[in-house]
């Protein structure tokens, strides 16, 4: 008699071989083993496109995607949204960021260099190496968006049973996932991505579907805004990234800059595609180390107790030295709190051509609004007592005292909590960490899709047994 498609499996025969846990995002790709505190593969999500004789060749990871060589372009599997787009490359760029750093590709056989007398049994042993699949030995759990649809779903068990020969497959939602690297079963979890922030409320360590709620104004908007700062700054501030330039000389704070620059054939020079990642990477260490969050009390156009304008505030502060690649460097004063509060404040957006005001609906408190007035009444109070903060973009300082001012400002009665992990590993990887903790669980066994049971039911029954 055919198991239930809903009943879990009961053996235990995957506690000994190590789980790998895959956590795709807009930004990077994390794989690693499960049980691990980080992950140990970390590639870009983004790939290189060169045009070669009968078509492309397709690069991945860091050392072949930021050289430029000749008419490269850079293109990403993955949707804004955190879905995919291309499932064939995002198959193959997944593949690559196990098998590059975590498994290594299966040696050949060495009776198939012999030179054998017989050709069919010649033959035969290419056959079975050909048919061997990367990951045979190793269960998969990996996650995904609290927005995924069936189809994705389905699609990612089918990669992981058809192409890569999976023995057990789970898929886990990364608002779970980690809500568990917070040591939480019920929490709201507020993720903020390179393209997104994502508003998870978690309860008994199920998401509540209708409270999941996605904000653009992510790592990505403040880059956005950055780039109209540059532009609209007199003078203009140069944004070069480092493969234009080839020397430079040591000048004054405000000077121009005086540099030798790299020069490429038209016919043969990188795309705008690949300059603009480029770009990115610059505007992501001047993130790191330059941008604040005004961290409250009020927002940046408002008032202190005492009547004083917080920009006067700010301008008192310290500024902060940034050095660009081709040797310009300014101090930064109150400019570096323009470009995240967007975030909170929309109207505080900067604006241009091309770059409207974000509506009022996509702050991150008004999305946070959103997520809990789906949820039911009596548990709000506990998941703003456990709201937990993940994502590279939750980084920048200041983002977390931000936050919990304006949710204590709009949430005065319930006790607001925040947990948000001071290791910038924890905070970047939360989601994967989660899923590393969720995999090596002991009881976990009984939770995996064998491949009995997926050849058995298909590809829905990761919609009936990962809820």
């Not at 003078?235 to 990234?241: E, S």
């Not at 975030?343 to 051509?353: E, H, N, R």
Request: charge should be negative.
């Amino acid at each position: 008699m055919a198991q239930s498609s809903a009943i879990p499996p009961s053996n235990a025969e995957y506690d000994e071989i190590s789980a790998l846990v895959l956590d795709p995002g807009y930004s990077t790709t994390r794989a690693g083993f499960a049980g691990e505190d980080v992950p140990k593969s970390v590639v870009p999500s983004f790939y290189g496109i060169v045009p070669s004789e009968g078509g492309s060749k397709y690069l991945y990871g860091d050392n072949s995607l930021h050289n430029p060589l000749p008419q490269i372009s850079v293109a990403n599997p993955m949707a804004k949204d955190g879905t995919v787009e291309n499932w064939d490359i995002a198959t193959n760029l997944w593949e690559y960021a196990i098998t590059s750093r975590l498994t290594n590709p299966r040696p050949g056989n060495p009776l198939i260099k012999l030179d054998l007398k017989e050709p069919e049994l010649y033959d035969e042993m290419v056959a079975a190496e050909t048919q061997e699949k990367p990951l045979e030995e190793n269960p998969l759990l990996m996650t995904e968006t609290g927005w995924n649809a069936g189809k994705g779903r389905e699609k990612g068990i089918e990669i992981a049973m058809e192409n890569w020969g999976c023995p057990a497959y789970w898929l886990a939602r990364n608002g779970v996932c980690a809500a568990f690297a917070a040591g939480k079963a019920s929490a709201l979890v507020v993720d903020v991505g390179a393209s997104s922030i994502s508003i998870t409320p978690v309860h008994d360590g199920l998401i509540l579907r209708k409270g999941v709620v996605r904000c653009p104004l992510a790592g990505n908007f403040v880059s956005d805004q950055l780039r109209l700062l540059f532009s609209t700054s007199t003078p203009p501030i140069p944004l070069t990234p480092h493969y234009l330039v080839t020397s430079k000389t040591a000048v004054d704070a405000g000077s121009p800059a005086v540099a030798t620059y790299r020069s490429f054939d038209p016919k043969t020079a990188p795309t705008s595609s690949f300059r603009r990642l480029q770009e990115e990477r610059l505007l992501t260490e001047f993130k790191e180390s330059v941008v604040q969050v005004w961290p409250g009390p009020g927002r940046l156009s408002g008032h202190n107790q005492a009547g004083v304008a917080n920009e006067e505030t700010a301008r008192a502060y310290p500024g902060r030295p940034f050095e660009m690649p081709d040797g310009w460097n300014q101090m930064f004063g109150v400019e570096r709190y323009r470009a995240t509060e967007g975030i909170f404040d929309v109207k505080a957006a900067l604006t241009g051509s091309g770059s409207p005001a974000p509506p009022q609906s996509q702050s991150i408190l008004a999305s946070i609004q959103a997520s809990l007035t789906q949820v039911d009444v009596d548990i709000r109070p506990h998941l703003l007592a456990n709201v937990v903060v993940t994502g590279g973009a939750s980084l920048m300082q200041g983002f977390t005292e931000r936050l919990n001012y304006e949710l204590t400002q709009l949430y005065a009665g319930p006790r607001v909590r925040i947990s948000a992990p001071g290791n910038m590993y924890e905070r970047k990887y939360a989601s994967w960490i989660g899923g590393s903790i969720l995999a090596s669980l002991g009881t976990f066994h009984q939770m995996w899709i064998s491949k009995k049971e997926y050849e058995e039911h298909g590809a829905g029954i990761v919609e009936k047994r990962c809820k």
